[in-house]
Each structure stands twice: as structure tokens, then as C-alpha cells.
Nanobody
Framework: QVQLVESGGGLVQARGSLRLSCAAS????????MGWFRQAPGKERELVAY????????NYADAVKGLFTIPRDTAKNTVWLKMNSLKPEDTAVYYC???????????????????WGQGTQVTVSS
């Protein structure tokens, strides 16, 4: 089992920045990729970004490309979501997720992930 704990959410003004952290514990050696998803009120949960073990294959949702980054430190079992130029439409609960399927090519799919954090609220005021 893997446990994921997010931190760093909060209230920020539009055009501001925020950094979320996700610390993994337990059987972290089984993790192939980590990702961030978000769910806004009344909407389905959607992918924000993912970072597999091979860092060059990071991927971002179109809405956050060039604004968010997802650095990862495998030695520390931690992944971050650095968010810049935040907009009110970025308001959501952000979830960290981990996938244990080696070499998975379906990291954009929510159902691919095996472990989830409890979520952290990000609110962007206009």
C-alpha cells in the first residue's frame, strides 16, 4: 500500500502562485508515476499533470501548459505542483495520485491510478 498526503492548498489572488506538495509513504518502490488531478464544484475530476519515473515524459493539461510544473523527487518520494498565474477557474480540490503500473501509457486516465490523496482545496479569488 501507498499513502499520499497533500499539503499547500489555500486562498490566493488571481495572478498569484501556489505550490502543492504530495508526500508518498509505504511501498513507494512500487510507484511508476505520480500525477495531480483537480475537481471543481459541479465538474468531473480532471487531469492537471503527471510525472512518470522518466521525467522527460511529463505531461500537462492544455489549460495549465506553461503555467504549472510538476517536479518530482523520487529519492524523497515527493511530487509538487507549482502553479503560476493562477486564475479563478483554477479553483478546485487538487488530488495527488500514484500509479503502480510499470510503463503505463494511460497516465491521462483517472482510472489508471491506484492510490489517491485526500485532496487539498485551492481557491483563487478574482
Amino acid at each position: 500500500q501507498v499513502q499520499l498526503v497533500e499539503s499547500g492548498g489555500g486562498l490566493v489572488q488571481a495572478r498569484g502562485s501556489l505550490r502543492l506538495s504530495c508526500a508518498a509513504s509505504g511501498r513507494t518502490c512500487s510507484i511508476w508515476a505520480m500525477g495531480w488531478f483537480r475537481q471543481a464544484p459541479g465538474k468531473e475530476r480532471e487531469l492537471v499533470a503527471y510525472n512518470p519515473t522518466i521525467t522527460a515524459n511529463t505531461n500537462y493539461a492544455d489549460a495549465v501548459k506553461g503555467l504549472f510544473t510538476i517536479p518530482r523527487d523520487t529519492a524523497k518520494n515527493t511530487v509538487w505542483l507549482k502553479m503560476n498565474s493562477l486564475k479563478p477557474e483554477d479553483t478546485a480540490v487538487y488530488y495527488c495520485a500514484a500509479d503502480r503500473t510499470f510503463g503505463s501509457t494511460r497516465l491521462s486516465e483517472e482510472r489508471e491510478y491506484d492510490y489517491w490523496g485526500q485532496g487539498t482545496q485551492v481557491t483563487v479569488s478574482s
